[in-house]
């Protein structure tokens, strides 16, 4: 089993990326957030989850050991797959705390794919990871971007709306500017990026 990979990235589409490693070049799944992470033609470390099946042989890359802790807790779920378990590895984690707070499954029905009864299943099973092992839930500074959104929520809601995946709407999110104080503001700016 591959727990981790250090090599040259080559980015492919915006979920998948190639590490060259000693001439030969793993195929590696990512989230959204990590693919805009990675630079091209530089060196990276990726934590891997090697996902074996009779018909299938995946890699799932992280840039943390919570992350990949984290998707482990997903695809360990009944009804989540690895697909599904990459798209909600993308949702910021203080998000996913505060949907654990206050226990709405909203935000995770909004990812495409997982349903209401699914999303409350999640969520009690993230309030005891959560009470069990609060580090997972930790953002790595200097890894990834601040984490804001009290009010992304209402964005995300806004965008799915309008017919855009989860993917792309976390996408945009990260980078917007942090004086956007209202929803609309945010909304606004979020469509001029999509």
Known sequence: MIATLRGIVHRQSSEEVTIEVGGIGYRVLVPITVWDELQDEQEALLHIH?????????????LTRNDKALFERFINMSGIGPRHALELSAVPKSLLMQAIGTQEPKLLTSVKGIGKKTAEKLLV???????????????????????????????????????????SIMNVLKDLPSDLETSEERVAAALKQI
Do not use: C, M
Not at 128 to 148: C, N
């Open 50 to 62: 090697t996902y074996v099946r009779e018909d299938r042989f995946d890699l799932f890359g992280f």
């Open 125 to 167: 099973d993230l309030k005891s990871l959560a009470e069990k092992q609060p580090e997972i839930f930790e953002v790595e500074r200097g890894k990834w971007k601040e984490e804001r959104g009290l009010h992304d929520q209402d964005v995300i809601d806004a965008l799915k709306n309008l017919g855009y995946d989860t993917s």
